[in-house]
């Protein structure tokens, strides 16, 4: 187990499935356990809708304690939500300043016409 990480994300296989949660034996012969609460972003009524004997499954453990490891799979793809929160960020900012830009270029347009209306007084 001493080759086992917080943080680390690995691949396993469900190796058994309770009310609770589900066992997963991760490539080091290491079984851990993911938590009923730690299989999918949503509420998880009945784990078999989410997972099924024998299915490969990425998790990221979570803790060692005592001997046992715990591990989720919902938190395995953390690097993946932070792209996509980045990639969100990022594209919030870029219509805002365009959208400011915009403004901007309309003002300038309103100027030249002697404001709106478009109508000069001779």
Avoid at 45 to 55: E, F, G, S, V
Avoid at 100 to 121: H, P, S, T, V, Y
């Amino acid at each position: 187990m001493s080759s086992l990480q917080v943080g680390q994300v690995l691949t396993g296989e469900v190796t058994g499935i309770t009310d609770f949660g589900a066992f997963v034996l991760l490539p080091n012969k290491v079984t851990g356990l993911v938590h009923i609460s730690e299989v999918a972003d949503t509420y998880v009524r009945d784990i078999k809708d989410y997972l099924q004997l024998h299915q490969e499954v990425k998790v990221k453990v979570i803790s060692i304690s005592d001997g046992k490891v715990g591990l989720s799979i919902r938190r395995a793809n953390e690097k993946d939500i932070d792209a996509q929160k980045a990639f969100e960020d990022k594209l919030s900012k870029f219509i805002k300043e365009s959208e400011e830009r915009q403004m901007d270029l309309r003002r300038k347009i309103d100027n030249k016409r002697g404001g709106r209306g478009g109508r000069r007084a001779w």
